[in-house]
């Protein structure tokens, strides 16, 4: 579960803000220094989590969050100005971890492909668990299912169930208006239901 991963990536940047300026950028005013290291510090998990949602794989989910707060900090002139700092920061990691993704998409593919095997190889070592191999299939199912929604729903599902993001949040994270964000997560959960009431009919 990544609940329990530890992200280092938010500490790699806190120490860089220093070693990573040049005389110039040592300047800087102390307020946008402290800016930074709030975005890294309350919202590290949340740009790990978006960048695991997209990328399902700790390692690239970590490089992500580095370089995503690399990039938050190339353009920290522009932190006064940002009304929202989460979602735009959300906008951000979701953009890098698309973008690696798309660099990545075989061996995304083939980690999604494999996500079933270590879950079902660790619930069937212990055959009279059966709630813990119930669970582990429906994970998998819902893993799958959501998996190949159709782009446009699949996204702004997986963001509102990231942190508990609001409608507002996914939509702007998207750059989609609310309403879109919100029938577009509606539809989801609506196709989600029923592929997974069409599957447990056919058991």
Request: proline share 3%; aromatic share 4%.
């Amino acid at each position: 579960m990544i609940e329990g991963k530890q992200v280092v990536a938010g500490e790699a940047i806190l120490s860089g803000l220093t070693t990573d300026r040049d005389g110039t950028e040592r300047g800087r005013a102390e307020g946008v220094d402290e800016m930074l290291e709030a975005l890294v510090r309350e919202h590290s998990r949340l740009v790990y989590r978006i960048a695991y949602a997209v990328l399902r794989c700790h390692h690239d989910a970590e490089d992500a969050t580095q370089e995503t707060f690399m990039r938050v900090l190339r353009y920290s002139s522009k932190l006064a100005g940002v009304e929202n700092p989460k979602t735009w920061l959300a906008r951000i990691a979701w953009r890098v971890a698309v973008d690696r993704s798309k660099r990545h998409a075989r061996s995304q593919e083939l980690s999604l492909d494999d996500s079933e095997g270590p879950e079902m190889a660790i619930a069937s070592s212990d055959p009279s668990a059966d709630e813990t191999i119930h669970g582990a299939r429906l994970s998998a199912t819902l893993e799958k299912l959501i998996t190949a929604l159709p782009t446009k729903l699949r996204e702004p599902l997986v963001l509102s169930t990231i942190e508990e993001m609001t409608p507002r949040e996914v939509a702007a994270t998207l750059g989609i208006n609310e309403a879109a964000a919100r029938s577009r997560i509606f539809r989801a959960r609506q196709t989600l239901k029923e592929k997974l009431a069409q599957r447990w009919a056919n058991k």
